[in-house]
């Protein structure tokens, strides 16, 4: 009786766990400018989807389009954000006053550049679990907070540009920005922390390979309270 008890147990976990795999989505943005809140913008599984429904905390987010200005008018939180293509040319802009926190159930990348260019102008950008790539591109933060989970800063010519906001590690130092250029190689394009205005209070590491720091003055590893 007790083992029938335990084995409908487990089963019932089970079932509860594949429930919520099988709820897990992805939702693609779709327009040049709106509100996070608009559930029209959000279409799920392909660029034609369905839309109606806002992506949650288990749900993974791609941006999509040329350019996108975003206007994060609560505090929303999802799994992942990443574009869903990819260039030099794409510029994706968060406004507003909200909160936006990324990474949840175990996820290994929470956030990528992918060589497109993110711009953080007013809300905050949490990142709860996972590891944040700049993979080519970059990260500004003109407005607002980029909380660190880890931040690899790598591959060729990816820039973290602090201009006027605040990046934090939240007090702890086994969140970190980790500068790390695989290629390796002098001559090739190099990744770039780029200091303007703003507070850095993180803990920042140089890894192997090849990268380049303007606007401040450097040391190895910059500590808590840095301000410049």
């Not at 905390?57 to 574009?83: C, F, R, T, W």
């Not at 390796?184 to 190099?190: A, F, H, Y």
Request: hydrophobic share 35%.
């Amino acid at each position: 009786m007790k083992l029938s008890r335990v084995l409908l147990a487990v089963c019932a976990f089970g079932l509860a766990f594949l429930a919520d795999v099988a709820n897990a989505a992805t939702f693609i943005w779709v327009g040049e400018e709106g509100d996070w809140s608009d559930a029209t913008k959000w279409h799920q599984g392909t660029l034609a989807g369905p839309t109606g429904v806002l992506p949650g905390v288990d749900d993974e987010v791609q941006l999509s389009g040329a350019k996108a200005k975003i206007n994060v008018d609560d505090d929303y939180h999802v799994k992942s954000m990443n574009p869903y293509a990819w260039g030099p040319a794409i510029v994706y802009t968060f406004v507003g006053n909200g909160k936006l926190t990324v990474g949840s159930g175990g996820v290994n990348t929470s956030f990528n550049t992918y060589n497109c260019n993110y711009i953080l102008d007013g809300p905050d950008l949490y990142c709860q679990e996972g590891v944040q790539y700049i993979q080519g591109g970059s990260l500004t933060v003109k407005k607002g907070v980029f909380t660190v989970k880890t931040c690899y800063h790598q591959y060729a010519d990816g820039k973290l540009i602090i201009d006027g906001g605040t990046v934090t590690s939240a007090g702890d130092d086994n969140r970190s920005i980790i500068l790390e250029n695989l290629w390796e190689k002098t001559g090739d394009p190099l990744a770039t922390l780029e200091l303007r205005s703003g507070v850095l209070d993180a803990r920042v590491d140089f890894y192997v390979g090849y990268f380049t720091v303007t606007g401040g003055t450097w040391d190895r590893t910059i500590t808590q309270n840095r301000t410049f």
